[in-house]
């Protein structure tokens, strides 16, 4: 047996047992994943509407065996938080080289290592009249399909699958978006609006 491995799965054992802790202090259920789960994939997470959507997101994927990359504020990897973060998968993002994101995680994507990168499209936790397409770009650019993932406070289930591999048709891509949000509330019903981006009215 290699050196540290027992610790290693003893690390990932007590992991999934608090994930499972925290979805049943929030009277919440896992549902399995629709369909197996791209090892590269954008994936999104809606709707938003508290800030705890991310730890409850986090804790569903990893009941589900699902490990995730997520992009952060750079100042959240400061000081005590930063080896934390980037262990749930973290990757800090310099605000003012922002311009490049697109463009550098298209590049990662691109790579044959597993990559299921998680991209909250609302932005805000507040109803918004657009989604940011950062997602939508970023699967384009890579050609890799965007994976759904939800929390739904009505029923107090989340989830992940089914995927979708984005076309040039960004109407016919954000109809099928819209159909498998319709209904689900998140934490706080009312706080997230229709799924749309500016695209698809220009």
Known sequence: ????????????DVTRLLAR??????RFRAIEPAIPIPERCVIIAAPHTTNWDFPMMLALAKVSGIKLTFLGKAELFRGPMGPLMRKLGGIPVVRDKAGTMVADLVAELAKPDTLR???PPEGTRSRS???KSGFYRIARGADVPILFAFV???TRTGGFGPAMVPTNDVHSDMDQVRAYYAGKTGLRPGKSGIPRLAEEDR
């Open 129 to 131: 009249e657009y989604w």
């Open 152 to 154: 739904d406070g009505a």
């Open 1 to 12: 047996m290699r050196a540290g491995s027992v610790p290693l799965r003893y690390g990932e």
């Open 117 to 119: 990168l998680l991209v």
């Open 21 to 26: 802790a925290w979805l049943a202090l929030w």
